[in-house]
């Protein structure tokens, strides 16, 4: 076996303010596209400014490629890609500007490999950064973290306020480098965008890591929250005794319902019914904590344990 | 202008640092010259004036000595009193405050620094680069006063000579240098740009008082040794030439300089 990529073990970071992250363990093997998801303020960048040295754990161990961040911080730099969570650039350069004292910093890359890149992400070389909109800002960011071709891509929330287009370029690139063997750790508010790219999923919340588990399995877990609106006759029962519905709710000639697994014995009963309004969407992040690991979930009794992967 | 495929690039980041740095530093060099040029162009109306100098001998003894007025019939003299005793230096202590203070706290309070140091870059040297590109900045700027003055004095009849006068020059450039350190060490020791100013600010102003009223108040004679600026200026270099005092300055600076790389390597970078 070889020593996962990355590796953090019990790493507790508390700030005078409040928040950070609590004995969070995982470890992200070589090769593999770890998405790690929670909400805003939930320690998604504290785990990460740990990981690049840029803060200092209060207790426990963090090992990239095998080595400490601290005392070898270049070395552990040196083969690792970064667009952080609040992206600030410098303004008053040109993205060539950039992207040139990036490289220098790097050790010196090909310039005919970086403006491979920019012309991948349609971006133009002579504009002051401080002219760009915000998503072609966060491309310039994508670029210096990719050039150079980093073993590790460490990215915090890289496609917050792109269009989806560009969304979906990103998403490429980063299954593109996946392909191409690298590691990648992917931080995101968006479940969807998660279980797009990552072979497995950590969730964090209040600075703890509740679970981590493979998208494979998170999917086949997949809950979906229906309403519906039935002309004429309603007959409740009907829908919760359909497989996987967890809780039910009727209120008038409405029904809302939570159905996990298939939909189709759903749709099938749907047909039976005169529809005035239907519709199915996925639980945001919030509700699939409440659904997986049970903070508080009213409506339900519960399954099972958090389940912690190796 | 042709608009080829003139790209600049640009590479470490003590370039980065000036590159910044270059419009601003060009604006404080031609405000400086000005200065000169203003204050030379009239020393002859007050030298030749006797009820100026007649004047400027009247004020208190207090004011006189606080401001180096006095003897302002002679070249050297004028200069002291009119730019190297506060104005002169104070200039230079401001823009290297300034830019002291900018180098690590600014692009962490603007936010830059993350992404800054996840290039393979160690926090000592990224402290070391900028704070060459602020020394060189400085020295520069404080050249000005050497150039400007060296180039207008004959024609003025200061009759100031070169070592005097590079010598008062080395000492403000050595001065601003020392204070701009001192502003990098606390900024770079809690990230709070605004903390290292006033900090800075105010231990010149208390360099200054003690260098410049040791003479006039008995008991601040002893303490006039610990002042930066009693060694910058205090000692009169436009009189005296160059002596061993500035060496203070330099040891000062690269203490402060240690501490700015320890103090920085130490602790957890801001969140913007």
Redesign the interface.
């Given at each position: 076996m070889t020593r996962p990529v990355i590796e953090l073990e019990h790493v507790t970071k508390h700030y005078r303010a409040g928040g950070g992250v609590d004995d969070v363990s995982l470890e992200v093997a070589a090769g593999d596209v770890f998405g790690f998801l929670g909400p805003n303020g939930a320690g998604k960048t504290t785990t990460i400014r740990l990981m690049l040295d840029l803060i200092r754990p209060d207790s426990g161990r963090i090992s990239i490629f095998g080595l400490d961040p601290r005392a070898d911080g270049i070395a552990v730099r040196r083969r690792l890609g970064y667009v952080p969570g609040d992206l600030v650039l410098y303004e008053r350069l040109t993205v060539r500007e950039l992207l040139s004292h990036f490289s220098y910093l790097r050790g010196g890359l090909p310039w005919g490999e970086i403006e491979e890149l920019t012309e991948r992400f349609d971006l133009e070389l002579d504009r002051p950064i401080g002219a760009l909109s915000k998503g072609n800002r966060q491309k310039v960011a994508l670029v210096q973290a990719l050039m150079g071709r980093p073993d590790l891509l460490v990215l915090d929330e890289p496609t917050s306020g792109l269009d989806p287009l560009v969304q979906r370029q990103v998403h490429e690139a980063l299954r593109e480098a996946a392909s191409a063997g690298r590691t990648v750790f992917l931080s995101s508010h968006f479940l969807a965008e998660v279980e797009q790219v990552a072979d497995r999923v950590g969730m964090i919340r209040a600075g703890r890591l509740t679970a981590v588990e493979r998208v494979a399995d998170l999917r086949s877990k997949s809950v979906h929250l229906v309403e519906v609106r039935v002309a004429g006759r309603l007959d409740a029962e009907r829908f919760r005794q359909l497989p996987g519905v967890t809780s039910l709710d009727v209120v008038g000639q409405t029904v809302h319902l939570r159905i996990a697994g298939p939909l189709d014995p759903l749709v099938r009963e749907l047909a039976h019914h005169d529809l005035e309004d239907l519709s199915i969407r996925e639980p945001d992040l919030e509700e699939v904590f409440l659904e997986h690991f049970g903070a508080t979930a009213p409506t339900e009794p519960r399954r099972e344990a958090p389940t912690h992967a190796p | 202008m042709h608009h080829e495929r003139r790209?600049?690039?640009?590479?470490?980041?003590f370039?980065?640092a000036f590159?910044?740095q270059m419009r601003a530093l060009a604006g404080w060099a031609i405000g400086i010259a000005v200065y000169c040029l203003l204050m030379v162009s009239v020393y002859p109306t007050i030298r030749d004036n006797t009820s100026i100098t007649k004047l400027v001998d009247s004020y208190p003894k207090a004011f006189r000595q606080m401001f180096a007025i006095y003897d302002f019939g002679s070249g050297p003299g004028y200069l002291r009193g009119e730019i190297f005793s506060l104005v002169g230096p104070l200039l230079v202590v401001i823009l290297a405050v300034l830019w002291g203070s900018d180098l690590i706290a600014g692009e962490e309070e603007?936010?830059?620094?993350?992404?800054l140091?996840?290039?393979?870059?160690?926090r000592r040297r990224l402290c070391l680069e900028k704070w060459a590109a602020m020394t060189l900045g400085v020295a520069g700027v404080s050249a000005v006063f050497a150039v400007v003055l060296l180039a207008v004095g004959p024609a003025a009849e200061l009759h100031v000579g070169v070592d005097p006068l590079i010598a008062a020059t080395l000492a403000t450039a050595l001065l601003g240098i020392m204070f701009g350190t001192t502003a990098l060490a606390i900024s770079a020791g809690t990230g709070r740009r605004g903390l290292a100013r006033g900090v800075t600010a105010a231990l010149a102003v208390a360099a200054y008082l003690v260098s410049s009223l040791s003479g006039l108040v008995g008991w601040l004679g002893p303490v006039r040794p610990a002042s930066p600026w009693y060694h910058a200026l205090g000692v009169d270099p436009l009189a005296n030439g160059l002596s061993w005092h500035p060496l203070v300055l330099v040891a000062l600076t690269l203490a402060l300089l240690v501490l700015s790389v320890t103090a920085f390597e130490r602790r957890?970078?801001a969140?913007?």
């Open positions: - | 790209a600049v690039m640009l590479h470490s980041v370039e980065r590159h910044e603007r936010g830059t620094i993350d992404i140091l996840a290039n393979p870059v160690s957890d970078l969140v913007s």
